[in-house]
């Protein structure tokens, strides 16, 4: 503020000064917020009262300017870094893009720099277990139910968000409290995942590349293909006329899921049938299903329908898919409907939907979740972030789709690749983790996705064959069984693999030698420990 100076006898100068320190020994408080509350700006006043406010202003202005400055020093934020983690391939203008943003959100009041990581998604679960197990510090990575979060959850892993939530990102807070989908993120009582907030189903369409089969002469009606029994005759006919090339890494247990009607509880390897109205859980080893599917597999294996690496392949299956590297993958509604993003135009999609009359259960409010590291040493700045990346359109374009110009452009409303780019070749758009952190308010059409795509695939997952999970949003807390649950995941890596894959001599013997493998393992152990929060969340909802 200009200060306003004015020429004062010499007389009336010492008397005041006196006056003054007189004041200040005697705390004239009352005196003083006179003063300050009078405003007294833009004025030349000679009359003592404006003298006084002058003098006081011009006394007390060294030392105001001081404490302002430490008042401000204490309040402003410092630079902190936040390291996050995300799935999939690290895009070339990753490092730019967030540099940017960084400096966007200084203009808002947000002081931070962004470490981002990509980690591949074959590698991802098994990494994040191992960086979490060892103590490493991160801000906030993405995982989701068939990634490593229920295991990470289980294991203390996240910060409990209880109270720093609706601090520090009330309007995200609020919006989950609209939706109720806090709940499935809340582990004894502890909220330590944030779920993404969109609607939709993922059974199963069996997808091939169209442009193959119709060179070969293969012309399948629409939609003909249904059961598991047509799937094997299309994917013999496929390889027939394709002897030399990898046609696909799908296992066929998914399918063979879908065909009886169960539902994956992401637990272990356990699950239950939609038609057991006492959700009973059993291990997916000792279903007649899975011996099916295994015997499937082997034959798949054998006849060069599978890849023979599938089972070791870390390539993520999306890319190898885009890229013209498999002719086949199993694939879903939002799949079949959204562009595929192709290497080559040429490159066109077939597809079929399987056991269409079959019920199937729609994706969890953890299918995509962002989570905080218990280590975290910023996460009231990981919140405030997400909490504007919910109301700012702005920012929610940069960490979406990058800089306008140079990994986007905007036309109608809609984000596009700029010239000579695609989902291939893309610097950055279309990233994978992004899901997490989608806003049904801010998502643009792009080229994968058209207008009110995601409309569309709500009203796909509010069919009455697709249905939600009677247990939906439980959380099966491991506190009691750690050790035989550790055990049972090392016979699945070691033993479930190289049956699921086909990878195997003798299929009876695989399979009945892994179901005892993992009965004495403590099966029974884990399933009445799971039984028993099974039942009491079900009585809790009546």
């Not at 013999?236 to 890494?249: G, I, M, N, T, V």
């Not at 290497?343 to 989570?371: F, M």
Request: proline fraction near 4%.
């Amino acid at each position: 503020m200009k200060k306003t100076r004015t020429r004062l006898p010499l007389l009336l100068t010492v008397i005041l000064t006196l006056t003054l320190l007189l004041a200040a020994c005697g705390g004239n408080s009352g005196n003083n917020a006179s003063n300050n509350a009078g405003g007294n700006s833009g004025t030349t006043d000679n009359s003592s009262t404006a003298t006084n406010d002058s003098t006081n202003a011009t006394t007390t202005d060294t030392t105001n300017s001081s404490n302002a400055a430490a008042d401000n020093s204490s309040k402003a934020q410092e630079e902190v870094t936040l390291k996050f983690y995300f799935g999939g391939d690290k895009k070339a203008a990753t490092d730019e893009v967030w540099s940017a943003i960084s400096d966007y959100l200084k203009t808002k009041g947000l002081n931070v720099k962004f470490d981002i990581n990509f980690i591949p998604f074959g590698d991802f679960k098994d990494k994040m277990l191992v960086m979490a197990a060892s103590g490493d510090k991160w801000d906030m990575n993405f995982d989701g139910d068939w990634l490593s979060y229920k295991q990470m959850a289980a294991k203390g892993s996240y910060m409990a968000l209880n109270d720093l939530l609706p601090k520090y990102a009330p309007t995200l807070y609020k919006k989950y409290e609209d939706q109720g989908t806090l709940a499935a993120a809340t582990v004894d009582g502890k909220i330590v995942g944030l779920p993404w907030t969109m609607s939709m189903n993922q059974r199963k369409y069996a997808a091939w590349r169209q442009d193959l089969t119709d060179k070969a002469g293969i012309t399948p009606a629409p939609d003909s293909i249904k059961t598991i029994e047509d799937l094997d005759v299309f994917l013999h006919k496929l390889k027939e006329a394709y002897p030399k090339d990898k046609l696909s890494r799908s296992t066929p247990l998914g399918i063979y899921m879908q065909r009886d009607e169960w539902v994956d509880l992401g637990f272990h390897g356990m699950g239950f049938y939609l038609n057991d109205p006492a959700v009973k859980i059993q291990p997916v080893e000792q279903q007649p299903f899975y011996k099916e599917a295994a015997l499937m597999s082997k034959k798949w294996y054998d006849d060069g329908i599978l890849n023979r690496d599938a089972m070791i392949d870390k390539e993520d299956g999306a890319a190898q898919w885009r890229n013209g590297k498999m002719f086949y993958t199993d694939s879903d509604h939002e799949w079949v409907n959204a562009d595929p993003g192709f290497a080559d135009p040429s490159y066109k999609l077939g597809s079929s939907l399987l056991y269409p009359d079959k019920k199937y259960v729609n994706r969890t409010a953890l299918a995509n979740v962002v989570a905080i590291n218990r280590n975290s040493e910023h996460a009231d700045r990981v919140l405030q972030f997400l909490d504007m990346l919910e109301t700012d359109q702005q920012l929610y374009d940069m960490v979406q789709y990058g800089i306008e110009g140079k990994t986007y452009v905007l036309k109608d409303g809609a984000a596009n690749y700029p010239d000579g780019m695609q989902t291939t070749t893309s610097n950055y758009m279309e990233w994978g983790g992004q899901w997490a952190l989608w806003k049904p308010q801010f998502m643009r059409p792009n080229p994968a996705y058209g207008k009110d795509f995601w409309v569309h695939e709500a009203e796909f997952a509010a069919l009455p064959v697709n249905v939600n999970s009677p247990v939906d949003g439980l959380f099966i807390s491991e506190d009691n069984i750690k050790n035989e649950v550790a055990k049972r995941d090392q016979a699945v890596e070691e033993f479930n693999k190289p049956i699921e894959f086909g990878n195997v001599k003798d299929v009876e013997k695989a399979v009945n030698d892994y179901i005892e493998k993992q009965k004495n393992n403590g099966l029974d152990k884990i399933m009445s420990e799971a039984q028993k929060q099974i039942d009491a969340y079900l009585a809790s909802k009546k």
